[in-house]
């Protein structure tokens, strides 16, 4: 989800594949996408994923899988 000053904006679209042997271990989850939000001096976004299923969910440990691309167009 996109958060805009704090309030939710824009959610974001969810891939998920399993490899063949369907186990947790095997289960990515891809949020992706794309939004234009206009900002004010002082306005905010921040960018959050959830998760469903009951624990703790890590993320992959470097930047190829873990990134946010922010362009300012003028």
Do not use: C, H, M, P
């Not at 490899?19 to 959050?48: C, E, M, W």
């Not at 959830?50 to 930047?63: A, D, I």
Request: net charge neutral; glycine share 10%; charged share 15%.
């Amino acid at each position: 989800y996109v958060f805009k000053n704090g309030t939710s904006f824009r959610a974001l679209d969810t891939w998920e594949a399993t490899t063949a042997d369907g186990t947790a271990q095997a289960i990515f989850l891809s949020v992706k996408g794309g939004t234009i939000v206009n900002l004010n001096l002082g306005d905010y976004i921040d960018v959050r994923a959830t998760s469903t299923n009951g624990g703790t969910v890590n993320t992959f440990t470097n930047g190829k899988n873990n990134y946010i691309d922010i362009q300012r167009i003028i």
